[in-house]
């Protein structure tokens, strides 16, 4: 039987996604990336804004339209179960979003040609499977590893806890053992990721361990680059600070969700209400050449045009080197959702465009300053005309820009090299690598 995986959503669901892949690889299952050769798809699903959920459902829709049994896994089972299976009753199976593990059993299950069967924990709990070595569906110059999963934290938008369960924090030892590997693998960047990565460590050590973490990782020879995450704004503590100042590896990059500047909004998201724009000075001031990425949420329930102008003002002062505006998305069972004076569509969407329309300009601005320096950037790939494509410290995989370069000699997917910037754009850098 051959099982194959599509895969939607973040990072962290990309993790999961990898691991259920080693699991069934371990009990000697077939895997293919070609989703037409396999009999079993798995379709591991994003539930995070309604958009995503479509997105997800097209898949299933699709695979069910080409006579595979399709197993649902992530977190659109988590949180529709009952719902999911009536709209779509040819479904094979479902696990929940915590429940990696019993991938085994729904597909010894239909082996034995028995009906529909779904593992979903109420109490969603996650384990990671630490025996398990992962089966990368994308392998390249960089790599995502999960220290922790779930969030103690209970943000007025956000499903995350419900689906994922309070905050559980990995080993230090065991990621650095998985870093190790992916080194030896020849991986040159890696990418910590949780809910917050913050908050690493304080279940299992009683105290915020991600200094501790880095300083381990830090020593691994055959690794260029390390990279953190979603950061909570209170949890960005001076050792944090100092440890990815002083760490040469780790990269002068802190993305830090902010959500919004105004008290009363922030309060209402339940958010940490502190002075956002100090916290960033502190950490510009701290680590030299840092680049800061926040994300912001406009048109959430309430916010006035007076809000909107405090979180647009704040912009324009902070000047963030990397941002993403995003318009609120109301989700059942938040409690956002039950609030009164929900903004409309067309308001929410003006709120974004003016937003990200002056992050352009900054972002320009930002990138100008680039321009006759040397950057060291990762090499990613080729373009279809031979531009070699890299990407900068100051950026992340898939959500920032890209350095476009040429080079009058060979370089290799995954090597360090030094580029210099002589053109830019309002995302992307320009420039020759260094002979």
Same mark, same amino acid.
């Given at each position: ?105 729904? +597909?010894? #299950?239909? =082996? *034995?040609?028995?009906? !529909?069967?779904? &593992? ?9 499977? /630490? ?112 440890? +990815?100042? #002083?760490? =040469? *590896?780790?990269?002068? !990059?802190?993305? &830090? ?9 922030? /309060? ?116 279809? =005309? ?50």
């Amino acid at each position: 039987m051959k099982i194959s995986l599509i895969n939607h959503g973040c990072a962290k669901n990309l993790v999961d996604a990898e691991l259920m892949l080693g699991i069934l690889t371990k009990k000697g299952y077939q895997i293919t990336l070609d989703e037409t050769d396999a009999e079993v798809v798995i379709v591991n699903t994003c539930s995070f804004i309604h958009d995503a959920e479509k997105e997800s459902v097209q898949s299933i829709l699709q695979m069910i339209d080409e006579g595979k049994k399709v197993i649902v896994t992530g977190c659109l089972p988590q949180k529709h179960n009952e719902e999911l299976k009536q709209a779509i009753p040819e479904l094979a199976g479902m696990i929940g979003a915590t429940n990696i593990k019993d991938i085994v059993e729904i +597909i010894e #299950n239909i =082996e *034995k040609e028995k009906s !529909y069967k779904s &593992i979903i924990e109420k109490q969603p709990e996650y384990t990671y499977p /630490e025996d398990i070595e992962r089966q990368q569906i994308t392998m390249g110059a960089s790599s995502y590893i999960k220290i922790g999963e779930g969030c103690n934290y209970q943000c007025g938008y956000c499903i995350i806890p419900k689906l994922r369960g309070k905050y559980k924090s990995r080993p230090i030892e065991n990621i650095v053992k998985e870093a190790k590997a992916l080194a030896n693998k020849g991986v040159n960047e890696i990418i910590l990721i949780a809910q917050d990565t913050s908050s690493y460590g304080i279940d299992l050590y009683g105290k915020q361990a991600l200094p501790e973490l880095l300083k381990e990782l830090n020593k691994i020879e055959n690794l260029s680059w390390i990279r953190i995450m979603y950061a909570y704004p209170t949890q960005m503590t001076d050792e944090l600070i100092s440890a +990815i100042a #002083n760490l =040469e *590896k780790v990269v002068k !990059y802190v993305d &830090i969700p902010l959500q919004h500047s105004h008290p009363r909004v922030l /309060e209402s998201m339940k958010r940490p209400v502190m002075d956002y724009k100090k916290l960033v000075e502190k950490i510009r001031k701290n680590i030299p050449g840092v680049s800061v990425r926040t994300s912001l949420i406009v048109g959430y329930p309430g916010e006035t045009e007076e809000e909107f102008e405090h979180l647009y003002n704040f912009v324009k002062e902070v000047k963030f080197d990397r941002m993403g505006a995003f318009e609120y998305s109301r989700e059942k069972g938040t409690y956002s959702d039950t609030l009164p004076k929900q903004i409309s569509a067309k308001i929410k969407k003006q709120r974004r465009n003016k937003l990200m329309e002056l992050q352009q300009k900054i972002s320009l601005e930002n990138n100008e300053k680039y321009i006759n320096t040397t950057l060291k950037c990762i090499v990613e790939g080729y373009t279809d =005309e031979g531009v070699i494509i890299l990407r900068s410290e100051h950026d992340a995989p898939e959500i920032d820009g890209l350095v476009y370069a040429t080079s009058k000699r060979q370089v290799v997917p995954g090597d360090i090299e030094n580029v210099i910037i002589n053109k830019v754009d309002e995302y992307d850098l320009f420039g020759e690598i260094k002979e």
